[in-house]
């Protein structure tokens, strides 16, 4: 005890008040212990929470640019359409002006395209009739799958009829091909006729029907087909298809000629379903349809959309285009099989399209590449593969939102949610303000304010002791330790909102507490019944409202 | 002409696809999920029980309580893989039926896997009698397949109707978010309705198995069948598949009677179609109110 007074009395500090001349101020003065107010400011300025790079793509190449060089761009002959979407900015930190792909995906089809033009001639020489296979089966699958895509993700009806239409079309076409003799290069031409007629039968129904109970209707459309081509003789019941129409592949080539002729023949119908897509999901067409979606068809007619012909023209054009490629797949295999109508080509074509992404052309194609690897390359597999396929689907619906290709914007959605979290934890310890009022506050200086006034009363709460209390009680008015002359001087600067007065009503014998209102001509009004006899216990009095409102806030 | 023939095997024809048309009517209304791997529940149903016939015991009616059973496991595995982890996510109703679709192809090739493409064949659970009642004689199969069904649509109504589970289940189907805030589990109620679907598509594939072999894809035409029936009858209602799996297993027994067999599927689309263009929401077709697709 005597140990402790001893050191504590030896503790002098420095009056800042002793050079105005203050009564009894001494130049430095005896005080109690009290914590040192710089660690508290060194704890806020340093950040406790771990800060994580900011901003994105630093690895990503930008070409330099010049304001002149953004107006000298090539251009697609006769249109005024750029090669690619070029944007002129500024870089954030360096100011240099840089030049930006907006879309870069032009690059990549070109680089796929390039790819799938080289491809039969970078396989190894022992896979290579079993890819050239595969790829023309590819090249015929993402055809159908896109002309599907936009029905299912332009128009956003849920049709399953399309492996229908290509197999009504291809049946029909292998039919006269073979009773009348017809040419190869008619049947895609007769096939379009088929598609078309096909197109009108699954519009109508399109036009009353939605959702699900469309998407059923469709399925049990493909059924039917099954069911009557199976049991029909003309159709060829006995022999599983209908074989033998004529083809543009002859015979009497060699074989690698003849893979690589229906390999690029299908390809170059790939090309062509690209454009059709490009054409329509891009155009005024796929605008509309995209406007329109399911439910949302009072808005679009609102606007002045006539949504149900737009649907009628995308059931026709698609369906046109799947006849085109059924009377294809007869001059490519020489005629089809039952197995087009199954419910598990229906299936494959939907995990196709599924694991892909619905809705974008990208995923149509890739998709198919995918299940048709599983499918067709790695034949030796037996039903493994189709079980691969499943798990590969049911691995796509239960994690992604939408197929391979949703994941750029699912991971950017997941990201800015992460952020948006470490953002908010960041900004927690800064104060009273929360993120969302600190935007609303117009002077930001009160941010600030707020935010170093918090730090300082977590500092003078520490500084609140009984001996605080006892010396202010023995002397109210002029010099204290540093403990006490830091919290007067804190009070003596708040607001004028609530703060405290002493109203004198007899001098010298009452004295009572009141509050400032802090509003010009508002009165002060009384915050206690308590009367004190003396100023001295009257500034005590209020030392201790303020103290306890300290300690509470 | 004889009519009372035709009528016996409507009925027959719908006790079957009935079964499966409510089970996909109740999947749909309670929980959004249009539940397209009954083709597999049904094949593993009757593998379920194959297997208990040929390795535990012959007796008939533990044979058909057996593919009930395994129906109710084959319906709760169909709700684990898909149901349960996707419900709360975004684009539920289409990433659910493709789920739905992805688990019966996964689950038929590995029926396929693992008993090989050999049909299998059930025991005749009801026996070889005959009886004959207004000059109609009904073979054992018949009456029982009729019987059966129509008491297991009665059981199932009376729990909806008078259990806490069932009390559960129609809240869901009436408006699935406030059920969730007065304290209904999706997830516990999705797991009932899967098993009680399951356990009816288990009846009917040892029912349907009594007249035609098991293979690990004959669940497909029933499937198929029970959906456009719930269609026909307006996704949702009970009442409506009931009275579509009626029109259709009379139109399927007048087209096979008098069209013949090939004509079956042809007619019986053409009746959905027509009745979808008169009322685009099936028969019922006011139920479906309570969810949107």
Redesign the interface.
């Known amino acids: 005890m005597s140990e402790q007074t001893k050191t504590k009395k030896k503790i002098t500090w420095k009056n800042p008040l002793a050079l105005w001349g203050a009564s009894g101020g001494n130049y430095e003065v005896p005080t109690i212990t009290h914590k040192d107010p710089s660690e508290i400011w060194e704890k806020t300025k340093s950040f406790i929470v771990p800060i994580t790079k900011i901003g994105r793509f630093h690895y990503e190449y930008k070409s330099s640019n010049h304001g002149s060089k953004l107006w000298n761009r090539t251009r697609w002959w006769p249109t005024r359409r750029t090669i690619l979407w070029t944007k002129g900015v500024y870089n954030r930190k360096s100011l240099k002006a840089e030049k930006i792909r907006k879309d870069k995906r032009p690059i990549f089809w070109f680089l796929g395209l390039v790819f799938l033009a080289l491809f039969p001639f970078i396989v190894p020489e022992d896979y290579k009739n079993t890819l050239l296979v595969a790829g023309g089966i590819f090249g015929i699958y993402a055809s159908i799958n896109l002309c599907w895509t936009l029905v299912i993700g332009t128009a956003n009806i849920?049709s399953l009829a399309t492996y229908a239409v290509v197999g009504a079309a291809a049946f029909g076409t292998s039919w006269l091909s073979i009773n009348l003799g017809l040419p190869w290069w008619t049947l895609p031409l007769i096939g379009m006729g088929v598609g078309f007629i096909c197109g009108i039968i699954i519009a109508?129904?399109a036009l009353?029907?939605?959702?699900?109970?469309y998407g059923?209707?469709t399925?049990?459309?493909n059924?039917?087909c099954r069911?009557?081509v199976v049991?029909?003789k003309t159709f060829g019941s006995a022999s599983g298809g209908l074989y033998g129409a004529s083809t543009f592949i002859n015979d009497e080539w060699p074989p690698m000629v003849q893979s690589i002729t229906s390999y690029y023949s299908s390809i170059i119908l790939l090309i062509l379903t690209l454009f059709l897509f490009r054409f329509v999901d891009g155009k005024r067409l796929g605008r509309i349809l995209r406007m329109s979606p399911e439910?949302k068809e009072a808005f679009a007619e609102a606007s002045g959309i006539n949504y149900k012909k737009a649907r009628v023209m995308v059931f026709l054009i698609s369906s046109t285009a799947l006849g085109f490629i059924g009377g294809f797949y007869t001059a490519y295999y020489r005629g089809v099989a039952f197995n087009i109508f199954s419910?598990?080509t229906v299936?494959l074509g939907?995990?196709m399209i599924?694991i892909g992404g619905?809705g974008r052309s990208e995923g149509a194609v890739i998709g198919t590449m995918l299940v048709v690897v599983l499918d067709k390359v790695l034949i030796s597999l037996?039903?493994?593969r189709?079980?691969m396929?499943?798990?590969l689907?049911?691995l796509t619906?239960?994690f992604l939102?939408?197929g391979i290709f949703g994941i750029r914007k699912q991971f950017r959605e997941w990201r800015d949610k992460k952020k948006g979290e470490r953002r908010s934890s960041r900004l927690e310890r800064g104060g009273e303000m929360l993120p969302e009022q600190a935007t609303e506050m117009d002077d930001k200086d009160e941010v600030y304010r707020k935010r170093y006034d918090k730090m300082q009363r977590e500092f003078l709460k520490t500084l609140v002791s009984e001996e605080v209390v006892e010396e202010h009680k023995k002397k109210p008015l002029g010099q204290h330790s540093e403990a006490l002359e830091r919290l007067l001087l804190y009070f003596r600067r708040s607001s004028q909102v609530d703060k405290y007065v002493i109203k004198c009503e007899k001098p010298f014998k009452k004295y009572k507490i009141m509050a400032l209102s802090g509003k010009r001509g508002g009165s002060p009004r009384l915050v206690e019944d308590k009367t004190y006899t003396s100023t001295e216990d009257a500034y005590h009095g209020v030392f201790l409202r303020r103290l306890q409102d300290l300690m509470e806030a | 002409m004889d009519i009372p023939f035709v009528i016996i095997n409507g009925i027959t024809i719908a006790c079957i696809y009935g079964l499966i048309a409510v089970a996909v009517s109740i999947t749909w209304s309670a929980l959004g999920l249009?539940n397209l791997s009954y083709g597999f529940i049904f094949s593993f149903a009757g593998y379920g029980a194959w297997l208990a016939e040929r390795y535990v015991w012959h007796d008939p009616v533990f044979v058909l309580f057996m593919g009930i059973f395994s129906g109710v496991v084959g319906g709760i595995l169909v709700c684990l893989?898909?149901f349960i982890?996707?419900h709360d996510?975004?684009?539920f109703?289409?990433?659910?039926?493709?789920?739905t679709?992805?688990?019966?192809?996964?689950g038929s090739?590995?029926l396929?896997?693992y008993f090989g493409p050999k049909n299998k064949l059930l025991p005749e659970v009801f026996g070889y009698w005959k009886i004959k009642i207004f000059g109609v004689v009904l073979t054992a199969d018949k009456v029982g397949v009729i019987v059966c069904s129509i008491l297991m649509i009665i059981i199932v109504v009376r729990w909806m109707k008078s259990s806490r589970r069932g009390l559960e289940i129609r809240a869901m189907m009436m408006n699935p978010h406030a059920a969730s805030i007065v304290g209904i589990g999706v997830r516990r109620t999705g797991l009932y309705v899967m098993a009680v679907t399951g356990a009816m598509t288990g009846l009917s594939s040892v029912l349907l198995s009594q007249t035609y072999y098991l293979a690990p894809f004959s669940g497909?035409?029933p499937m198929?069948k029970g959906?456009?029936i719930a269609?026909m009858g307006g996704?949702g209602s009970v009442k409506g598949a009931i009275i579509a799996a009626i029109i259709l297993g009379f139109n399927e027994a007048l087209t096979s009677r008098f069209l013949g067999?090939?004509y079956v599927?042809?007619t019986q689309?053409s009746l959905?179609?027509l009745v979808?263009?008169i009322r685009?929401?099936?028969i019922a077709g006011i139920l479906d109110k309570a969810r949107?697709?």
Request: aromatic share 8%; proline share 6%.
């Open positions: 849920f109508i129904p009353r029907l939605d959702g699900f109970y059923l209707l399925l049990g459309l059924e039917l069911v009557y049991t029909s439910k419910f598990d299936l939907l995990a599924t619905i037996g039903p493994i189709y079980i396929i499943g798990v689907m049911i619906i239960l939102r939408n | 249009l893989l898909v982890p996707v996510k975004p684009n109703n289409i990433r659910g039926m493709i789920g679709l992805a688990v019966s192809l996964i090739q590995c396929l896997q497909l035409t198929i959906v456009s269609l996704l067999g090939q599927l042809i689309f959905i179609i979808l263009l685009p929401r099936g949107e697709a």
